[in-house]
C-alpha cells in the first residue's frame, strides 16, 4: 500500500495516541494523575501552539497539542485524591491557598494557566514582541521535559514518607508504558517530516524518562 494512502489514518493515530494512557481514569471519571502534572502539561502544549505563530510545523503536532490540552483538563477536573507532598506545598502555599479553598483545585489551575496565554496574547500585540514566541519552543521543552522529571520526584518524596518496606506508586506502569511507546513512535514520526530540533529534543529527553520511571529508578 502506498505511504502516502497510510498518511492520513498514522496522523490520527498521532493526533489521538496521547488519550490512550488515560482510558482508565477517563472513562471511570476518576482522576489519579497529579494535577501539577496535568498543569505544567497544559502549559506545555500551550507555548507549542503559539510557537506555531513563528514556526509552521506540522499541522498533526498542533492538532496533538490541543487534544492533549483537553485530556488533561478533564483529568484536573475529575481529580479528587489527595494531592501529594509536593502538590500540598505549591497548591497550599499562602499566595494560593485562598483561591484553592474557595474555589477549588481546577479553578486554581485554570486561572494561572489563562493567565499564562493572555499574557502572552498581549505581549503578541506590543511592537516587536511577536519575537518572544520563538522562546515559546524552549520553554514548552522546558516544561515537557519538568513532567517526568516531576513524577519520579512526587513518586520518591512519597514513598519516603510512608512506613519502610511499604511502596506507593501513583500512576500505573501502564501509563508509563503507554508514554515510552507513543514518545518512541511521535519521535520516529517527527524525524521522517523532519520537525524542528527543539521538539524532537524534547521527545529524546522524555523517552529516558519515561525509561527510568518504568525501571522505577
Given at each position: 500500500?502506498?505511504t502516502?494512502?497510510?498518511?492520513p489514518l498514522i496522523?490520527?493515530?498521532?493526533?489521538f495516541?496521547?488519550?490512550?494512557?488515560?482510558?482508565?481514569?477517563i472513562i471511570?471519571l476518576?482522576?489519579?494523575?497529579?494535577?501539577l502534572?496535568?498543569?505544567?502539561?497544559?502549559i506545555?502544549?500551550?507555548?507549542?501552539i503559539?510557537?506555531?505563530k513563528?514556526?509552521k510545523?506540522?499541522?498533526?503536532?498542533?492538532y496533538?497539542?490541543?487534544?492533549?490540552?483537553?485530556?488533561?483538563s478533564?483529568?484536573?477536573?475529575f481529580?479528587?485524591?489527595?494531592?501529594?507532598?509536593?502538590?500540598?506545598?505549591?497548591?497550599?502555599h499562602?499566595?494560593?491557598?485562598?483561591i484553592?479553598?474557595k474555589?477549588?483545585l481546577f479553578?486554581l489551575?485554570?486561572?494561572l494557566?489563562t493567565f499564562?496565554?493572555l499574557?502572552?496574547?498581549c505581549l503578541?500585540?506590543?511592537?516587536?514582541m511577536?519575537?518572544?514566541?520563538?522562546g515559546?519552543?524552549?520553554?514548552?521543552l522546558?516544561?515537557?521535559?519538568?513532567?517526568?522529571?516531576i513524577?519520579?520526584?512526587?513518586?520518591k518524596?512519597?514513598?519516603?514518607?510512608?512506613?519502610?518496606g511499604?511502596?506507593?506508586q501513583?500512576?500505573?506502569?501502564?501509563?508509563f508504558f503507554?508514554?515510552f511507546?507513543?514518545?518512541l513512535?511521535?519521535?520516529?514520526?517527527?524525524?521522517?517530516l523532519?520537525?524542528?530540533?527543539?521538539?524532537?529534543l524534547?521527545v529524546?529527553?522524555?523517552?529516558g524518562?519515561?525509561?527510568?520511571?518504568?525501571l522505577?529508578?
Open positions: 500500500m502506498n502516502m494512502n497510510l498518511e496522523n490520527f493515530f498521532f493526533i495516541f496521547p488519550i490512550v494512557g488515560y482510558l482508565p481514569q471511570t476518576q482522576s489519579v494523575f497529579p494535577p502534572l496535568s498543569t505544567i502539561t497544559i506545555a502544549n500551550l507555548l507549542k503559539f510557537y506555531y513563528v514556526n510545523y506540522e499541522k498533526p503536532i498542533l496533538q497539542s490541543f487534544v492533549v490540552i483537553g485530556v488533561h478533564f483529568l484536573l477536573y481529580y479528587n485524591k489527595k494531592l501529594s507532598y509536593l502538590e500540598e506545598k505549591i497548591f497550599k499562602k499566595n494560593l491557598n485562598r484553592y479553598q474555589y477549588g479553578t489551575n485554570m486561572i494557566i499564562i496565554a499574557t502572552l496574547n503578541c500585540f506590543i511592537n516587536g511577536e519575537n518572544l514566541f520563538i515559546c519552543g524552549f520553554l514548552s522546558t516544561f515537557e521535559s519538568l513532567v517526568g522529571v513524577q519520579i520526584v512526587i513518586n518524596v512519597d514513598n519516603k514518607k510512608l512506613p519502610i511499604i511502596k506507593k501513583r500512576c500505573g506502569k501502564e501509563l503507554c508514554w511507546f507513543g514518545d513512535s511521535r519521535f520516529v514520526w517527527m524525524i521522517w523532519k520537525s524542528p530540533v527543539l521538539l524532537v524534547s529524546v529527553f522524555q523517552i524518562i519515561d525509561l527510568a520511571l518504568i522505577d529508578l
